[in-house]
């Protein structure tokens, strides 16, 4: 038996040889140095001078196990965050399906307008995400009523202060003590508040001003909360069985376009960034419309900085002179159509708030946030629509709405197509008299034509119902400020090169 263990000894001693054909060489090296002291030889430090296995980590401080518990606990705080926020909202618009069911069957227009009413205070009051989403489902008149429309359009306005300590965390983090060459306080002025940013107004050292805007504490964590929720219940819509229908309102698609929208208010960046592509196409038409110029040295993901601007709000003029608003309603007209039909990079925000009139007569255009970009193929389909329109082609137009439409259940294309059809051939009635805007109601003819995609199911492309909404928008405003514009002679110059 010792003749076997010491036999399997030396086995397994050449089999580590063999194995590991170092090992031989460091004992090697302790032999050759122990008999001979005249000799030096240096090992690698990776060698084990007595090799021995290592004893394992506890568990406890494991990197491996503590980056486990650190992302289990992170899911659980996550899904209790997101099972809290649902049950919340659920508590707040639970009534909703009722009230629209009863409301639209009975016909009670005071039942609808508690029904109106009842969702844009329940919006407003679960906080920044839903009354940004209220505001953008007040543009998409092509899926959702008239009236809801008009209510949750109230939302634009909403916004409140922060305070003084909240801007000085903010501007310590953010700009790390560093002289940026103005003042700002907290008697520094308050011009403005949405629900994302509040606005200051701040002098320079060098005299002139400058807005600078900070965004609402919590509103990045509140957000990206709220879309989670929303992604997961429009993902759980959208697997309900087709009978249904509710794959028609391509809920995660309209998630994806808000969640887009969002974060380009929510990133001082992106809004620089769009100043700066508005500043660049419009710099030779600086003599009517002005966008203000962003300071990218100062500007982060929350601050943005930029001139000061001073103006009026464009409403402040619907009451002046008759000469002087129509000074004003041409340039207003001529860049929305230029954003359009020349440059297809669109401001989505251009309610009367967002307008400035300087005391030179100038238009300044204010938050940049929301912009809709047309691709290749919605300039196309844009192309060809008002094509038609203008050689009244209302029938052909309504088809290629149909055709074209990448979600639509119309279940009759024709009747459609001769709804169109009507609008379109009122619209060319008006020649005789002029296609100004006091003799056409565009606002109202392009309402009619959302209401048809409404009830014939008849889903718009994201891009052409905000060029839709915010030609609805600027029809009224340029109404008020000069009925005797014409629209046909207006757009022409871009329309030729259509």
Same mark, same amino acid.
């Given at each position: 038996r010792a003749s076997n263990r010491a036999s399997n000894r030396a086995s397994n001693r050449a089999s580590r040889s063999r194995t590991n054909p170092t090992t031989p060489l460091i004992y090697n090296a302790f032999a050759t140095s122990a008999s001979s002291r005249s000799s030096l030889y240096i090992l690698p430090p990776s060698h084990n001078l007595h090799p021995s296995p290592s004893p394992p980590l506890p568990i406890s401080t494991s990197p491996?196990?503590?980056?486990?518990?650190?992302? *289990?606990?992170?899911?659980?705080?996550?899904?209790?965050?997101?099972?809290?926020?649902?049950?919340?909202i659920l508590l707040a618009l639970s009534p909703v399906p009722l009230l629209v069911a009863v409301s639209h069957f009975t016909g009670n227009e005071g039942l609808k307008g508690f029904t109106v009413s009842y969702i844009t205070n329940s919006f407003e009051s679960l906080g920044p995400c839903f009354v940004k989403l209220g505001q953008w489902m007040s543009t998409r008149r092509d899926i959702?009523?008239?009236?809801?429309?008009?209510? *949750?359009?109230?939302?634009?306005?909403?916004?409140?202060?922060?305070?003084?300590?909240?801007?000085?965390?903010?501007?310590?983090?953010?700009?790390?003590?560093?002289?940026?060459?103005?003042v700002i306080n907290e008697n520094t002025e308050v011009v403005g508040s949405g629900c994302v940013a509040q606005v200051y107004k701040c002098r320079k050292d060098d005299g002139s001003y400058a807005a600078v805007k900070i965004i609402h504490p919590n509103i990045k964590s509140s957000i990206y909360l709220d879309l989670l929720v929303l992604e997961d219940f429009a993902g759980g819509f959208d697997r309900m069985p087709e009978w249904t229908g509710v794959q028609y309102f391509a809920l995660p698609e309209a998630v994806r376009e808000f969640k887009g929208i969002m974060e380009g208010q929510i990133d001082m960046k992106k809004e620089a960034d769009n100043l700066k592509r508005f500043r660049e196409q419009f710099k030779d038409h600086s003599k009517s419309v002005v966008f203000p110029k962003p300071d990218d040295s100062l500007t982060t993901h929350n601050i943005l900085v930029e001139a000061y601007e001073s103006g009026s709000p464009i409403s402040s003029h619907f009451g002046s002179s008759s000469s002087e608003k129509k000074a004003l309603a041409r340039p207003l007209i001529t860049a929305f159509l230029r954003m359009v039909f020349t440059h297809s990079f669109i401001h989505c925000d251009l309610h009367p708030g967002n307008v400035l009139v300087k005391d030179d007569g100038r238009l300044v255009i204010l938050d940049a946030g929301i912009v809709s970009e047309l691709e290749e193929g919605d300039k196309k389909n844009l192309r060809d629509?008002?094509?038609?329109?203008?050689?009244n082609k209302g029938e052909e137009a309504g088809r290629m709405i149909v055709d074209r439409a990448k979600r639509e259940r119309c279940e009759d294309k024709e009747m459609f197509a001769r709804e169109i059809g009507k609008i379109v051939s009122e619209f060319h009635e008006q020649r005789s008299i002029g296609l100004t805007l006091g003799a056409v109601k565009i606002g109202s003819l392009l309402s009619r034509v959302l209401d048809l995609c409404r009830t014939h199911r008849v889903l718009l492309e994201p891009a052409m119902a905000n060029v839709v909404l915010s030609t609805i928008v600027l029809e009224g405003v340029g109404r008020t400020l000069d009925p005797d514009l014409n629209l046909f002679k207006a757009a022409m110059p871009f329309l030729v090169g259509v």
């Amino acid at each position: 038996r010792a003749s076997n263990r010491a036999s399997n000894r030396a086995s397994n001693r050449a089999s580590r040889s063999r194995t590991n054909p170092t090992t031989p060489l460091i004992y090697n090296a302790f032999a050759t140095s122990a008999s001979s002291r005249s000799s030096l030889y240096i090992l690698p430090p990776s060698h084990n001078l007595h090799p021995s296995p290592s004893p394992p980590l506890p568990i406890s401080t494991s990197p491996t196990y503590l980056s486990y518990l650190h992302r *289990l606990f992170s899911s659980l705080t996550l899904f209790l965050r997101k099972s809290l926020r649902l049950s919340r909202i659920l508590l707040a618009l639970s009534p909703v399906p009722l009230l629209v069911a009863v409301s639209h069957f009975t016909g009670n227009e005071g039942l609808k307008g508690f029904t109106v009413s009842y969702i844009t205070n329940s919006f407003e009051s679960l906080g920044p995400c839903f009354v940004k989403l209220g505001q953008w489902m007040s543009t998409r008149r092509d899926i959702f009523g008239e009236s809801i429309c008009l209510g *949750l359009g109230r939302l634009q306005g909403a916004g409140k202060d922060h305070g003084w300590n909240w801007t000085r965390k903010i501007i310590q983090e953010e700009w790390k003590g560093r002289n940026v060459g103005m003042v700002i306080n907290e008697n520094t002025e308050v011009v403005g508040s949405g629900c994302v940013a509040q606005v200051y107004k701040c002098r320079k050292d060098d005299g002139s001003y400058a807005a600078v805007k900070i965004i609402h504490p919590n509103i990045k964590s509140s957000i990206y909360l709220d879309l989670l929720v929303l992604e997961d219940f429009a993902g759980g819509f959208d697997r309900m069985p087709e009978w249904t229908g509710v794959q028609y309102f391509a809920l995660p698609e309209a998630v994806r376009e808000f969640k887009g929208i969002m974060e380009g208010q929510i990133d001082m960046k992106k809004e620089a960034d769009n100043l700066k592509r508005f500043r660049e196409q419009f710099k030779d038409h600086s003599k009517s419309v002005v966008f203000p110029k962003p300071d990218d040295s100062l500007t982060t993901h929350n601050i943005l900085v930029e001139a000061y601007e001073s103006g009026s709000p464009i409403s402040s003029h619907f009451g002046s002179s008759s000469s002087e608003k129509k000074a004003l309603a041409r340039p207003l007209i001529t860049a929305f159509l230029r954003m359009v039909f020349t440059h297809s990079f669109i401001h989505c925000d251009l309610h009367p708030g967002n307008v400035l009139v300087k005391d030179d007569g100038r238009l300044v255009i204010l938050d940049a946030g929301i912009v809709s970009e047309l691709e290749e193929g919605d300039k196309k389909n844009l192309r060809d629509l008002f094509r038609a329109v203008v050689f009244n082609k209302g029938e052909e137009a309504g088809r290629m709405i149909v055709d074209r439409a990448k979600r639509e259940r119309c279940e009759d294309k024709e009747m459609f197509a001769r709804e169109i059809g009507k609008i379109v051939s009122e619209f060319h009635e008006q020649r005789s008299i002029g296609l100004t805007l006091g003799a056409v109601k565009i606002g109202s003819l392009l309402s009619r034509v959302l209401d048809l995609c409404r009830t014939h199911r008849v889903l718009l492309e994201p891009a052409m119902a905000n060029v839709v909404l915010s030609t609805i928008v600027l029809e009224g405003v340029g109404r008020t400020l000069d009925p005797d514009l014409n629209l046909f002679k207006a757009a022409m110059p871009f329309l030729v090169g259509v």
